[in-house]
């Protein structure tokens, strides 16, 4: 097994394994707390007072890094954008001519 093959089956074991930790930590804090709220206080299952804000934070990281993810691959899709002046041929002809050289090799040492 090598390649996506394996990534694919690590990631299911990596998710199996945090819903089973998941799992045993909720069995584990099915305490009742109170949970000020600018309306009130409601009375919450421990639990769900950790459990769902990482859930939440794990899945808006998700979406982002997947709408960067897109972002990349439209922009390196889309064709390089030269200047206005590039494309017309109207270009300052010695804007760049301390860098051009004119191809002539460098001299050799000595």
């Given at each position: 097994m090598r390649g996506a093959g394996s990534a694919k089956?690590?990631?299911?074991?990596?998710?199996a394994?945090?819903?089973?930790?998941?799992?045993?930590f909720t069995l584990a804090n099915f305490v009742l707390v109170d949970v000020r709220l600018?309306?009130?206080?409601?009375?919450?299952r421990?639990?769900?007072v950790a459990v769902v804000p990482?859930?939440?934070?794990y899945s808006a990281g998700r979406l982002s890094a997947s709408?960067?993810?897109?972002?990349?691959?439209?922009?390196?899709?889309?064709p390089e954008r030269r200047e206005r002046t590039e494309a017309t041929g109207h270009a300052h002809p010695?804007?760049?001519q301390a860098d051009d050289d004119g191809g002539?090799?460098?001299?050799?040492p000595g």
């Open positions: 089956v690590l990631q299911a074991l990596l998710v394994a945090g819903l089973l930790a998941l799992t045993l600018p309306d009130g206080v409601v009375r919450v421990l639990a769900w990482t859930l939440c934070a709408l960067r993810r897109r972002e990349v691959e439209e922009r390196s899709a889309r010695h804007r760049h002539a090799l460098p001299s050799p």
